[in-house]
């Protein structure tokens, strides 16, 4: 049982360029979410989804795209980036939402320049 | 809106010390939900507790205890006896029982010198 995987676990990307994130999860967890973490902040969340199928914004959704097509796979799109992305990018499911405690993966470090 | 505030930005103790991690939040929520999250040096997120609103209970778990008040808004952690181990950022985190969003604290900085 591995939980929530992500990859790449480092990238550097430069200005204007692309790239997906992607997250995994094989604990059959119907929520999952994307978060940033910025240096000596909380983690802000970018987007989320409450199944295959189903997405909504966050607190900080500009730049970013996702998509879910399955239960499993939550990848998170950066389209143009900007070193304004330059950030840690966590990935986290629950099995619901309200009460049910989120587990994270181990987090990709990007950095865009 | 939701807010909540981890005032203490860094925190040195020295082996065996107690040490106690201060939260405290707002919401509108009647319901609403109380996380602790460790992050060490590795990285990843670590779940250690949750609360719910209508459960002041104090809890503890082996060194670490959890002190909810709803009177003061407050959820603080103690660790007893602390260890190296336990150096890490510590979040604290809160949802409404109607939303999906967790709300971060910004972290206190845990370290723990032998």
């Known amino acids: 049982n591995a939980g929530v995987t992500q990859t790449p676990k480092f990238r550097i990307l430069k200005i204007g360029q692309s790239m997906t994130l992607q997250c995994t999860q094989d604990m059959n967890h119907n929520y999952m979410y994307w978060y940033r973490q910025d240096p000596g902040m909380g983690l802000k969340l970018i987007y989320y989804?409450?199944?295959?199928?189903?997405?909504d914004k966050g607190e900080v959704p500009n730049g970013y795209n996702v998509s879910r097509s399955t239960t499993e796979d939550f990848p998170l799109r950066l389209e143009l980036a900007a070193p304004s992305q330059t950030s840690v990018y966590f990935c986290?499911?629950?099995?619901?939402?309200?009460?049910?405690?989120?587990?994270f993966g181990p987090g990709t470090r990007l950095t865009v320049t | 809106a939701q807010k909540v505030t981890q005032a203490q930005t860094e925190i040195s103790v020295v082996e065996k010390e107690d040490v106690t991690l201060d939260c405290v939040y707002e919401?509108?929520?009647?319901?609403?939900?109380l996380f602790w999250y460790k992050q060490p040096p590795s990285g990843e997120l670590v779940f250690l507790i949750r609360r719910n609103s209508f459960d002041e209970q104090n809890e503890i778990s082996g060194r670490y205890s959890w002190n909810f008040q709803k009177s003061t808004s407050s959820f603080n952690f103690t660790i007893t006896a602390s260890q190296v181990v336990d150096s890490a950022v510590y979040f604290c985190a809160l949802r409404g029982a109607g939303s999906y969003q967790l709300t971060f604290g910004k972290g206190t900085k845990l370290s723990v010198i032998p």
């Open positions: 989804s409450v199944g295959a199928g189903i997405t």
């Open positions: 919401t509108r929520d009647t319901t609403y939900y």
């Open positions: 986290a499911s629950s099995y619901g939402g309200g009460a049910y405690e989120q587990y």
